[in-house]
């Protein structure tokens, strides 16, 4: 009987992922203390884990690269030998290995970098048996005979063996990897006549003599993961002495054989099954072209706590009875009966409201999932650079929605690598210059006015303006008679193409990593800022926002039009008459609140709509409408919007622009009101970086690519 185990080998790729992932982070913190049992230990059961799902779903390759890494590892374990920084870096490159065959097909070939690494292995943990030099100078020629032990072996499986994905046939062909079978005997005693047969019931039961030089508790191994679930016996009956043993009369056929697992204890008291959590799908995945992260698992999926399955369930419960109670209103509706249909109509509100909150929940991640992959980058550049580095995280708990983290990863990616190449120092560089010789590159999340925002930062050279600017002309990215603030000129490095490494190298050098940073950023409805001191290191600041779909909005009136502007931007409210704007300089108008002075953007102006008001108000009519000021939080400063009227507040479901218009500065996307008309999403965050003086001087406020707003009507 053929069992398909395609069924549990997502969940064995996803599990083995996160083993991987465990194996990388303590390794990394074994650097700085080698001799930490507990870290080697833990290191080692996610190795074994590996290898026993592996041999299970058939991954030969997998297995038998896995034993060798064990076989290492346990000597670090046994303290029979100390993690160097040669072993060190023998064990993270067999972290990538493990990657790619894990991403391989069950039947694939041992990439060669594979094999090559697993001789590196071997060279480092030599067989047991092997006397030292002094011994093997004294000591007499090995004989060439080899002890076999024969065994017997009889396996009789529970009923439901099936249901933990194990198949019986793989445990045979394991076992006769270990020797040489002479007889296999299959037991048929109790199997069931064909229409009583239960084709998820395991009636397959077998005894198996083989000779095999391993000892029994090797044997034993091989059932390690079924012994909760079978009934296992293995005697020894004699061992002899041959020359290389002869053929067996018969033979388990196994394309690859799987290799025989490293001696290890095994309790002889049947173990408890280990609970498997099983990730949520966020979608489902189609047939083709399925995407695959690094580690084989799928790309869309995300593992959610059940807590939050549960109150999801009770959630669309609750809306589903609110919903056929409102129907029911509606179809005998009377006019006494208002009172009660605006009670429904609000529950089913607040039922909505709160379902919203628990999805956006589900999809929210800690940015730590993402950070902890810099910590093998920073380690990787030091040993490519010979520079010592170190990677400080904070803020790993702080969550943002899982698309956003997903695309952060190659921002990120280059803004360390960036750090780490151009930034810190070589120590003797550091040392003239009177720091420590480590050099320090930090990652650091936060919430900040509604918005995420992560900083990444170094104590590096810092940027040189004037190379930078020297640069930018050479490559003819600005003319030499260009005047720019120190601000813009770091801004620069973010342009595309540039770059001030001479020649270029594995990490660098092409220009192209800061700029994949702003676009990303920009994609996001983000910024980028920079600041830096020569000598001191510097600061990338990417202000996000914490998610793209749903959000609150403040609904505003402009003239005839009607905006949405993020409420989490939204700082305050303030009334605005024309005596209170003051125009600076006939550059731009700013408005006075507490003493603190505010820019001022006239969102008419800006879109290109009808200002005959405003024209009035220039002129010095009494009549003119009060206006009001909502006053933004644009990153770190604040920015005056001026509107007509405040029509509410209301959540709004954010669409892109890009698929029908080209990118319009000053807006993040548009939503579809209740009335079917579109209102256009203001994005704070870009206007902010705008230079609002000189847009409001020239009087052409219109952003860069966008026409007059206009009213439309959703199809």
Not at 25 to 34: D, E, I, T, W
């Amino acid at each position: 009987m053929k069992i398909d185990l395609s069924q549990f080998r997502q969940t064995f790729l996803l599990e083995s992922a996160d083993h991987v992932a465990s194996m990388e982070s303590s390794l990394l913190q074994l650097r700085s203390a080698p001799d930490d049992i507990e870290l080697l230990n833990s290191i080692f059961r996610s190795a074994h884990s590996i290898k026993g799902g592996a041999g299970s779903f058939g991954m030969t390759q997998l297995t038998h690269f896995t034993h060798a890494l064990e076989n290492l590892l346990d000597r670090l374990r046994s303290a029979e030998m100390h993690a160097t920084d040669e072993v060190i870096n023998v064990l993270l490159q067999s972290i990538d290995t493990l990657h790619g065959l894990l991403e391989a097909e069950p039947d694939a070939e041992m990439p060669p970098e594979a094999v090559d690494l697993e001789k590196r292995i071997a060279a480092l943990t030599p067989s047991d048996e092997s006397p030292s030099p002094k011994e093997a100078e004294a000591a007499p020629a090995p004989r060439e005979e080899q002890e076999l032990h024969l065994y017997t072996v009889d396996f009789k499986p529970d009923r439901e063996l099936f249901s933990s994905g194990t198949n019986p046939l793989v445990l045979m062909r394991n076992l006769a990897s270990l020797g040489t079978v002479s007889c296999c005997h299959l037991h048929t005693e109790e199997l069931p006549a064909l229409a009583d047969l239960d084709p998820a019931q395991c009636y397959l039961s077998w005894t198996m003599e083989l000779a095999s030089a391993c000892p029994q508790a090797e044997l034993r191994e091989v059932f390690e993961f079924v012994e909760h679930l079978a009934e296992i016996h293995i005697h020894r009956t004699e061992a002899v002495q041959a020359a290389p043993p002869p053929p067996a009369a018969v033979q388990i056929a196994s394309p690859e054989p799987a290799p025989a697992p490293t001696p290890v204890p095994v309790q002889e008291s049947r173990k408890k099954p280990t609970s498997v959590p099983v990730p949520v799908q966020s979608a489902a995945p189609t047939p083709k072209a399925e995407k695959k992260t690094p580690s084989g698992g799928d790309a869309s999926s995300i593992r959610v706590a059940t807590e939050k399955v549960d109150r999801l369930i009770d959630l669309v419960g609750e809306l589903v009875i609110a919903n056929v109670m409102t129907a029911q209103m509606v179809k005998d509706f009377e006019p006494g009966s208002l009172p009660r249909l605006r009670e429904a109509v609000a529950a089913m509100e607040r039922s909505t409201r709160e379902l919203h909150e628990r999805v956006m929940s589900v999809r929210m991640l800690p940015v730590g999932t993402l950070f902890q992959r810099y910590t093998r980058t920073v380690y990787d550049i030091a040993q490519a650079t010979g520079k010592q580095i170190r990677l400080e995280i904070k803020g790993e708990e702080t969550e943002i929605d899982k698309s956003m983290l997903d695309l952060l990863g190659d921002p990120l990616t280059h803004l360390i690598r960036n750090a780490a190449d151009h930034g810190i120092e070589l120590p003797e560089v550091r040392l003239a210059a009177g720091k420590p010789v480590e050099g320090l590159i930090r990652l650091k999340a936060y919430h900040r006015s509604g918005r995420i925002v992560i900083e990444a930062s170094d104590d590096g050279a810092g940027i040189n303006i004037f190379r930078v600017r020297a640069k930018a002309i050479e490559r003819g990215l600005i003319a030499a008679d260009t005047q720019l603030s120190d601000e813009q000129i770091q801004m620069l490095i973010f342009e595309p193409g540039f770059s001030t490494q001479e020649a270029v190298s594995n990490l660098s050098g092409r220009g192209v990593g800061m700029d994949v940073v702003k676009r990303n950023v920009e994609q996001m409805h983000g910024t980028v800022s920079l600041a830096s001191q020569p000598g001191c290191g510097s600061t990338v600041t990417i202000e996000l926002p914490l998610t793209l779909a749903i959000l609150e909005g403040l609904l505003v009136r402009v003239v005839d039009r009607t905006l949405v502007l993020p409420l989490l931007s939204v700082v305050e409210t303030v009334p605005l008459r024309p005596i209170d704007i003051v125009r600076v300089a006939e550059q731009g108008e700013v408005v006075v609140i507490r003493g603190e002075s505010v820019p001022l953007l006239r969102m008419s102006r800006f879109l290109g709509l009808p200002q005959e008001s405003a024209e009035a108000e220039e002129a010095g009519a009494e009549t003119t409408l009060r206006r009001l000021a909502v006053i933004v939080m644009s990153g770190q400063k604040k920015i005056g919007l001026v509107v007509d009227e405040l029509l509410g507040q209301q959540q709004v479901v954010g669409k892109s622009l890009r698929r029908n218009l080209h990118q319009i500065d000053g807006l993040m996307g548009a939503t579809i009101l209740g009335d079917g008309c579109v209102a256009p999403i203001v994005d704070v965050a870009s206007i902010g970086t705008l230079n609002l003086f000189s847009l409001q001087a020239s009087g052409k406020a219109t952003p860069q690519g966008a026409a007059p707003v206009r009213p439309v009507a959703a199809a």
